[in-house]
């Protein structure tokens, strides 16, 4: 009994110990929680484009030959920035610069000549040209005669292979003049037994009077390497004006050709001849060359006619819009 007591008596003083804290010991604190609102996602805004620029030509890839695109010509084309005049064989005795990189073309030529002694002599020429990179062209031409035998009898016969090389010393318009250099040799070989012969030209050419006169002239040193060894120094010049755009040209040519051979060099057989040159162009790809010149020495032949009728195929040029080509220079920057 007494250890029964004595237990009640502890659960008693222990009881009363808990029920005499104060009962704000009892609470226990939660931590704060930072709560935030809620996020609303804003709509994107699409970033400011700037305005459109218009497409520039690529002078390089060129434009289709059904484009209207060039409509004078004066415009500017090609990695040469040239004249389109200068792309069409604008004259039938005077070289004019040379085609753009890409451009080919096909000629079909016929020159009459009619002596003074009453014969005629006929050239008929097939030619393919090609522009080719650093301002270069390349022609290649098979060459016929068609003239009297000893009888009196007209005959045609092959008379030479014509490879020609041209290069312009810089873009159109960086020179004045634009200079051209050009080589050619005639490899003969007919039945005539006439000699090889080479050709060094400087041609020349450019536009006048903002752009109404166009302008070529070539400087001609031509040397027969065999046989009589003939001489030949001549200067050919024309003139010409548009009278319909992009379709007709015409203008006047001239020539200038003093020509010895070998044991009479102080003799010379001088030529001038003169007259009026048109150039129709019936598509863009297409052309026809007429030339009615007359003889005004006695050394001249009475009359001398030119007739080419070219097509030309592969890159056509595109507007310039100012670009100045490539040259060897520029492509090592």
Known sequence: MRFLRRLCFALALSGLA???????????????????????????VAPELPPEQPQQPDPLRGISWSSDAIRSDTDRVGPWNQPVWTTQRPFTTTRTYVLPDGTMQL??????????????????????????????????????????NDG????????????ELR????????????????????QRGNTAGEPDKYE??????????????????????EKEVGGAKENELSYSQAFATTLIERRLMGGIEMWYRAQNVNGSRGTWNNEFIIG????????????????????????????????ILGYQFGRRAGPASGFQGITPSSLGN
């Open 18 to 44: 808990v029920t005499s804290q104060p009962a704000n010991a009892q609470k226990k604190e939660l931590p704060e929680v930072p709560v935030e609102a809620p996020r609303v996602p804003q709509p994107a």
């Open 107 to 148: 000629e079909q030529w016929y020159r009459p000549r009619w002596k003074k002694d009453g014969t005629r002599e006929d050239r008929v020429l097939e030619e393919f040209a090609v522009g080719l990179p650093y301002r270069l062209q390349l022609d290649v031409y098979a060459r016929w005669n068609i003239k009297p």
């Open 152 to 163: 009196g009898d007209y005959r045609a016969n092959w008379e030479a292979t014509q490879i």
């Open 167 to 186: 290069w312009a010393f810089a873009n159109w318009g960086v020179i004045p003049l634009n200079p051209t250099a050009y080589v050619e040799w005639v």
């Open 200 to 221: 060094i030209k400087l041609l020349l050419a450019d536009e006048f009077f903002k752009g109404k006169l166009f302008f070529a002239g070539n400087f001609n040193l």
């Open 276 to 307: 009026p040159t048109l150039q129709l162009r019936p598509t863009n790809r297409t052309f026809v060359d007429a030339t009615a010149l007359f003889g005004t020495t006695p050394g001249s032949p009475k009359y001398e006619c030119y007739f």
